[in-house]
T-cell receptor
Framework: GESVGLHLPTLSVQEGDNSIINCAYSNSASDYFIWYKQESGKGPQFIIDIRSNMDKRQGQRVTVLLNKTVKHLSLQIAATQPGDSAVYFCAEKLAGGYNKLIFGAGTRLAVHP | DTAVSQTPKYLVTQMGNDKSIKCEQNLGHDTMYWYKQDSKKFLKIMFSYNNKELIINETVPNRFSPKSPDKAHLNLHINSLELGDSAVYFC????????????????FGQGTRLTVV
């Protein structure tokens, strides 16, 4: 399933399916992007990052794709598990300056058995 | 060991009171932040300190005053609390980019849920 991260929408998937969470970022000058996972009652937790000189990066079960032309970022989760249920945020950092992260609105991922 | 710890986890207080939230990080990072998360889960940066120096100060009422006694601590003091201050406040830390490190992601604490009644 796919979702655009506006106004905290919910993406519902079946356990074992692949999930795709999308994010439109705002600044073409951003040079660093991060996906965070936030479980209920906890702080955001780093999942994967990507720099603007790349268009794809893979981690364990997760892949981030960056399309700078349309300022779009996506997070793909393979073989989604119940433990993946959380709110997912993309964040961007402007080139230069200090490490100020600008967060997207978040997408809730609900994994059903 | 908790990397970024903030206290208290929950804070319920009346309008008009003054309260503080404390944050400590043991990661050796040189930059610390305060973020506010509203009821719609939107996360917005409030302040950032680099080596005890204020470097980011977003449009935040001056009732909010951060204080960094050393680079491992960043506290947030809030005067004359208002109902609209109710939110979850997150402390975070990172190593500033340009120090030869690849990752510059921020590590977050567990949050302080502030409820103003």
């Amino acid at each position: 399933g796919e979702s655009v991260g506006l106004h905290l929408p919910t993406l519902s998937v079946q356990e074992g399916d692949n999930s795709i969470i999308n994010c439109a970022y705002s600044n073409s000058a951003s040079d660093y992007f991060i996906w965070y996972k936030q479980e209920s009652g906890k702080g955001p937790q780093f999942i994967i990052d990507i720099r603007s000189n790349m268009d794809k990066r893979q981690g364990q079960r997760v892949t981030v794709l960056l399309n700078k032309t349309v300022k779009h970022l996506s997070l793909q989760i393979a073989a989604t598990q119940p433990g993946d249920s959380a709110v997912y945020f993309c964040a961007e950092k402007l080139a230069g300056g200090y490490n100020k992260l600008i967060f997207g609105a978040g997408t809730r991922l609900a994994v059903h058995p | 060991d908790t990397a970024v710890s903030q206290t208290p986890k929950y804070l319920v207080t009346q309008m008009g009171n003054d309260k503080s939230i404390k944050c400590e990080q043991n990661l050796g990072h040189d930059t610390m932040y305060w973020y506010k998360q509203d009821s719609k889960k939107f996360l917005k940066i409030m302040f950032s300190y680099n080596n005890k120096e204020l470097i980011i100060n977003e449009t935040v009422p001056n009732r909010f005053s951060p204080k960094s006694p050393d680079k491992a601590h960043l506290n947030l003091h809030i005067n004359s609390l208002e109902l609209g201050d109710s939110a979850v406040y997150f402390c975070a830390s990172s190593q500033e980019a340009g120090r030869g490190l690849v990752r510059t992601e921020a590590f977050f604490g567990q949050g302080t849920r502030l409820t103003v009644v």
